[in-house]
Protein backbone atom coordinates (compact mmCIF):
# COMPACT_ATOMS: atom_id res chain seq x y z
CA UNK A 1 0.00 0.00 0.00
CA UNK A 2 1.85 3.77 -1.68
CA UNK A 3 3.00 5.81 1.76
CA UNK A 4 0.84 9.32 1.91
CA UNK A 5 4.14 10.78 2.73
CA UNK A 6 4.98 11.78 -0.89
CA UNK A 7 2.09 13.56 -1.51
CA UNK A 8 2.20 15.18 1.37
CA UNK A 9 5.61 16.75 0.07
CA UNK A 10 4.49 17.39 -2.90
CA UNK A 11 1.35 19.75 -1.26
CA UNK A 12 3.91 21.34 0.90
CA UNK A 13 6.16 22.11 -2.23
CA UNK A 14 3.60 23.31 -4.09
CA UNK A 15 2.04 25.73 -1.24
CA UNK A 16 5.55 27.21 -0.72
CA UNK A 17 6.19 27.66 -4.79
CA UNK A 18 2.35 29.00 -4.65
CA UNK A 19 2.92 31.31 -1.31
CA UNK A 20 6.10 32.72 -2.78
CA UNK A 21 4.72 33.33 -6.26
CA UNK A 22 2.40 34.79 -4.43
CA UNK A 23 5.03 37.35 -2.27
CA UNK A 24 6.70 37.93 -5.72
CA UNK A 25 3.39 39.81 -7.24
CA UNK A 26 2.57 41.40 -4.13
CA UNK A 27 6.00 42.97 -3.81
CA UNK A 28 5.78 43.87 -7.52
CA UNK A 29 2.38 45.48 -6.95
CA UNK A 30 3.75 47.71 -3.58
CA UNK A 31 7.32 48.03 -3.99
CA UNK A 32 7.07 50.94 -6.21
CA UNK A 33 4.25 52.86 -5.19
CA UNK A 34 5.79 52.71 -1.70
CA UNK A 35 9.05 53.53 -3.10
CA UNK A 36 7.10 56.74 -4.28
CA UNK A 37 5.36 57.15 -1.16
CA UNK A 38 9.04 57.31 1.10
CA UNK A 39 10.91 58.39 -1.02
CA UNK A 40 8.69 61.26 -2.00
CA UNK A 41 5.58 61.63 -0.32
CA UNK A 42 6.81 64.80 1.87
CA UNK A 43 8.47 66.20 -1.11
CA UNK A 44 5.22 66.34 -2.80
CA UNK A 45 3.19 67.30 0.29
CA UNK A 46 5.84 70.35 0.41
CA UNK A 47 5.43 71.11 -3.22
CA UNK A 48 1.70 71.60 -2.72
CA UNK A 49 2.43 74.81 -0.33
CA UNK A 50 5.06 76.35 -2.75
CA UNK A 51 4.63 75.11 -6.92
CA UNK A 52 1.47 77.23 -7.75
CA UNK A 53 0.93 75.39 -10.76
CA UNK A 54 1.02 71.81 -8.86
CA UNK A 55 -1.64 72.88 -7.03
CA UNK A 56 -3.96 73.94 -9.37
CA UNK A 57 -3.18 71.17 -11.19
CA UNK A 58 -4.71 69.14 -8.65
CA UNK A 59 -7.63 71.25 -7.96
CA UNK A 60 -8.57 70.40 -11.81
CA UNK A 61 -8.21 67.47 -11.83
CA UNK A 62 -10.20 66.92 -8.76
CA UNK A 63 -13.00 69.54 -10.18
CA UNK A 64 -13.33 67.05 -13.25
CA UNK A 65 -13.22 64.08 -11.72
CA UNK A 66 -15.70 65.22 -9.25
CA UNK A 67 -17.90 66.78 -12.19
CA UNK A 68 -17.58 64.05 -14.37
CA UNK A 69 -18.62 61.35 -11.52
CA UNK A 70 -21.92 63.43 -10.95
CA UNK A 71 -22.96 63.41 -15.22
CA UNK A 72 -21.85 59.68 -14.82
CA UNK A 73 -24.16 59.06 -11.80
CA UNK A 74 -26.71 61.28 -12.97
CA UNK A 75 -27.02 58.96 -16.22
CA UNK A 76 -25.39 55.62 -15.14
CA UNK A 77 -27.77 54.14 -12.00
CA UNK A 78 -30.38 54.80 -13.84
CA UNK A 79 -29.29 52.56 -17.02
CA UNK A 80 -27.65 50.32 -14.36
CA UNK A 81 -31.43 49.83 -12.99
CA UNK A 82 -32.76 49.26 -16.39
CA UNK A 83 -30.24 46.59 -16.83
CA UNK A 84 -30.75 45.09 -13.74
CA UNK A 85 -34.42 44.64 -13.84
CA UNK A 86 -35.45 44.48 -16.71
CA UNK A 87 -34.97 41.94 -19.73
CA UNK A 88 -35.00 42.97 -22.88
CA UNK A 89 -33.82 42.01 -26.57
CA UNK A 90 -30.01 43.51 -26.82
CA UNK A 91 -29.68 43.27 -23.41
CA UNK A 92 -26.54 41.52 -23.71
CA UNK A 93 -25.05 43.97 -26.50
CA UNK A 94 -25.74 46.63 -24.71
CA UNK A 95 -24.07 45.47 -21.36
CA UNK A 96 -20.86 44.95 -24.06
CA UNK A 97 -21.07 48.05 -25.18
CA UNK A 98 -20.83 49.42 -21.91
CA UNK A 99 -18.05 47.83 -21.39
CA UNK A 100 -15.73 48.75 -24.54
CA UNK A 101 -14.07 51.44 -23.00
CA UNK A 102 -12.39 49.53 -20.07
CA UNK A 103 -10.48 47.38 -22.88
CA UNK A 104 -9.76 50.10 -25.51
CA UNK A 105 -6.47 51.82 -25.45
CA UNK A 106 -7.06 55.05 -23.87
CA UNK A 107 -5.51 57.15 -26.45
CA UNK A 108 -7.51 55.09 -28.95
CA UNK A 109 -10.58 56.23 -26.42
CA UNK A 110 -9.25 59.87 -26.95
CA UNK A 111 -8.72 59.68 -30.91
CA UNK A 112 -12.18 58.21 -30.46
CA UNK A 113 -13.67 61.58 -28.70
CA UNK A 114 -11.65 63.62 -30.70
CA UNK A 115 -12.84 62.48 -34.10
CA UNK A 116 -16.78 62.67 -32.65
CA UNK A 117 -16.10 66.11 -30.62
CA UNK A 118 -13.28 67.64 -32.34
CA UNK A 119 -13.71 71.58 -33.56
CA UNK A 120 -14.00 70.27 -37.33
CA UNK A 121 -16.86 67.97 -36.59
CA UNK A 122 -20.68 68.40 -37.08
CA UNK A 123 -21.22 68.13 -33.84
CA UNK A 124 -18.13 70.26 -32.29
CA UNK A 125 -18.80 72.72 -34.32
CA UNK A 126 -23.02 72.56 -33.08
CA UNK A 127 -21.31 72.79 -29.70
CA UNK A 128 -19.06 75.31 -30.27
CA UNK A 129 -21.77 77.30 -31.93
CA UNK A 130 -23.68 77.10 -28.42
CA UNK A 131 -20.47 78.19 -26.76
CA UNK A 132 -19.30 75.07 -25.24
CA UNK A 133 -15.51 74.20 -26.55
CA UNK A 134 -14.35 70.54 -25.98
CA UNK A 135 -11.44 70.65 -26.93
CA UNK A 136 -8.49 72.34 -25.05
CA UNK A 137 -11.23 73.01 -22.29
CA UNK A 138 -12.47 71.69 -19.08
CA UNK A 139 -15.53 70.18 -20.67
CA UNK A 140 -12.70 68.27 -22.57
CA UNK A 141 -11.66 66.80 -19.67
CA UNK A 142 -14.94 66.22 -18.19
CA UNK A 143 -15.64 64.00 -21.44
CA UNK A 144 -12.29 61.96 -21.11
CA UNK A 145 -13.44 61.36 -17.65
CA UNK A 146 -16.74 60.44 -18.01
CA UNK A 147 -15.62 58.18 -21.39
CA UNK A 148 -13.35 55.77 -19.79
CA UNK A 149 -14.90 55.78 -15.76
CA UNK A 150 -18.71 55.54 -16.07
CA UNK A 151 -18.88 52.26 -17.47
CA UNK A 152 -16.81 50.78 -13.91
CA UNK A 153 -20.00 53.25 -12.17
CA UNK A 154 -22.87 51.41 -14.21
CA UNK A 155 -21.16 48.03 -13.81
CA UNK A 156 -21.04 48.77 -9.64
CA UNK A 157 -24.52 50.15 -9.94
CA UNK A 158 -25.76 47.01 -11.89
CA UNK A 159 -23.74 44.81 -9.10
CA UNK A 160 -25.82 46.97 -6.16
CA UNK A 161 -29.41 47.17 -7.57
CA UNK A 162 -28.93 43.06 -8.37
CA UNK A 163 -28.31 42.22 -4.30
CA UNK A 164 -31.80 43.78 -3.79
CA UNK A 165 -34.60 41.44 -3.85
CA UNK A 166 -37.06 42.87 -6.34
CA UNK A 167 -39.63 41.45 -4.48
CA UNK A 168 -39.25 44.13 -1.82
CA UNK A 169 -40.48 46.57 -4.78
CA UNK A 170 -43.26 44.52 -5.50
CA UNK A 171 -44.37 44.54 -1.65
CA UNK A 172 -44.21 48.49 -1.97
CA UNK A 173 -46.26 48.45 -5.51
CA UNK A 174 -49.04 46.26 -3.99
CA UNK A 175 -49.38 48.83 -1.00
CA UNK A 176 -49.47 51.58 -3.41
CA UNK A 177 -46.29 52.93 -4.75
CA UNK A 178 -45.82 53.65 -7.90
CA UNK A 179 -42.71 51.71 -9.43
CA UNK A 180 -40.69 55.14 -8.77
CA UNK A 181 -41.67 55.58 -5.66
CA UNK A 182 -40.83 52.18 -4.77
CA UNK A 183 -37.39 52.49 -6.34
CA UNK A 184 -36.74 56.11 -3.99
CA UNK A 185 -38.67 54.59 -0.63
CA UNK A 186 -37.00 50.90 -1.07
CA UNK A 187 -34.19 49.97 -3.86
CA UNK A 188 -32.00 52.94 -3.33
CA UNK A 189 -31.35 52.96 0.23
CA UNK A 190 -30.78 49.37 0.29
CA UNK A 191 -28.53 49.69 -2.95
CA UNK A 192 -26.65 52.81 -1.44
CA UNK A 193 -23.69 51.66 -0.05
CA UNK A 194 -23.23 50.09 -3.27
CA UNK A 195 -23.81 53.30 -4.97
CA UNK A 196 -21.78 55.07 -3.39
CA UNK A 197 -18.70 52.48 -3.64
CA UNK A 198 -19.54 52.46 -7.66
CA UNK A 199 -19.35 56.38 -7.43
CA UNK A 200 -16.00 56.35 -5.79
CA UNK A 201 -14.81 53.85 -7.55
CA UNK A 202 -15.58 56.24 -10.86
CA UNK A 203 -14.32 59.13 -8.86
CA UNK A 204 -10.70 57.18 -8.48
CA UNK A 205 -10.50 56.20 -12.00
CA UNK A 206 -11.39 59.52 -13.71
CA UNK A 207 -8.60 61.14 -11.58
CA UNK A 208 -6.13 58.54 -12.44
CA UNK A 209 -6.77 59.29 -16.03
CA UNK A 210 -3.91 60.27 -18.66
CA UNK A 211 -3.94 58.67 -22.21
CA UNK A 212 -7.66 60.21 -23.48
CA UNK A 213 -6.98 63.33 -21.59
CA UNK A 214 -3.69 64.02 -22.96
CA UNK A 215 -5.51 63.20 -26.52
CA UNK A 216 -8.18 65.17 -26.44
CA UNK A 217 -7.16 68.87 -24.00
CA UNK A 218 -3.78 68.42 -23.28
CA UNK A 219 -4.36 72.54 -21.66
CA UNK A 220 -5.28 72.98 -19.07
CA UNK A 221 -2.93 70.44 -17.40
CA UNK A 222 -4.74 67.69 -14.81
CA UNK A 223 -2.67 66.19 -12.36
CA UNK A 224 -1.32 63.01 -14.40
CA UNK A 225 -0.78 65.18 -17.55
CA UNK A 226 1.45 67.45 -15.84
CA UNK A 227 3.34 64.56 -14.30
CA UNK A 228 4.40 63.38 -17.87
CA UNK A 229 5.24 66.68 -18.75
CA UNK A 230 7.75 67.79 -16.14
CA UNK A 231 9.21 63.73 -16.53
CA UNK A 232 9.47 63.99 -20.68
CA UNK A 233 11.05 67.87 -20.04
CA UNK A 234 12.57 67.81 -16.95
CA UNK A 235 14.07 64.42 -16.20
CA UNK A 236 12.62 61.88 -13.30
CA UNK A 237 13.89 64.15 -9.95
CA UNK A 238 11.35 66.42 -11.30
CA UNK A 239 8.33 64.37 -11.91
CA UNK A 240 8.34 62.35 -8.62
CA UNK A 241 6.52 65.00 -6.08
CA UNK A 242 3.92 64.72 -8.52
CA UNK A 243 3.43 61.62 -8.69
CA UNK A 244 3.58 61.01 -4.66
CA UNK A 245 0.83 63.39 -4.32
CA UNK A 246 -0.83 61.36 -7.16
CA UNK A 247 -0.79 58.33 -5.17
CA UNK A 248 -1.44 59.99 -2.04
CA UNK A 249 -4.52 61.41 -3.32
CA UNK A 250 -5.12 57.46 -4.58
CA UNK A 251 -5.27 56.18 -0.86
CA UNK A 252 -8.35 58.68 -0.42
CA UNK A 253 -11.06 57.03 -2.17
CA UNK A 254 -9.55 53.57 -0.96
CA UNK A 255 -10.35 54.60 2.34
CA UNK A 256 -13.79 55.45 1.70
CA UNK A 257 -14.27 52.44 0.09
CA UNK A 258 -12.60 50.52 3.09
CA UNK A 259 -15.50 52.93 5.40
CA UNK A 260 -18.29 52.05 3.39
CA UNK A 261 -17.58 48.26 2.82
CA UNK A 262 -15.86 47.63 6.21
CA UNK A 263 -11.91 46.58 6.42
CA UNK A 264 -12.06 42.88 4.65
CA UNK A 265 -13.92 44.17 2.18
CA UNK A 266 -14.19 45.97 -0.99
CA UNK A 267 -17.19 45.97 -3.91
CA UNK A 268 -16.79 43.31 -6.46
CA UNK A 269 -16.40 43.47 -10.08
CA UNK A 270 -18.09 42.07 -12.49
CA UNK A 271 -16.62 40.04 -14.82
Given amino acids: MPRPEPRHGGQR???IVTAA??????LFLVAPLAGIVGGWGLD??????????????????????????????AGGIPLAYVLSRRRFRGRGLLAALLDLPLVVPHPVAGIA??????RGTPAG????????????SRTGIVCAMLFVSAPLLVSAAREAFDRVDPRLEAVARTLGDPPWRAVRRVTLPLAARGLVSAGVVMWARAISEFGAIVVLTY?????????????????????????AVLVLLAL????????????DSLPERRG
Fill in 125 to 136: RALLAAGLEITG
Fill in 219 to 243: NPKVASVLSYERFTAYGLKSALPVA
Fill in 44 to 73: GLRALASDAELRASLGLTLETATLATLVGA
Fill in 113 to 118: LLLVLG
Fill in 252 to 263: VPIAVLRTVHGP
Fill in 21 to 26: LASLLL
Fill in 13 to 15: AAT
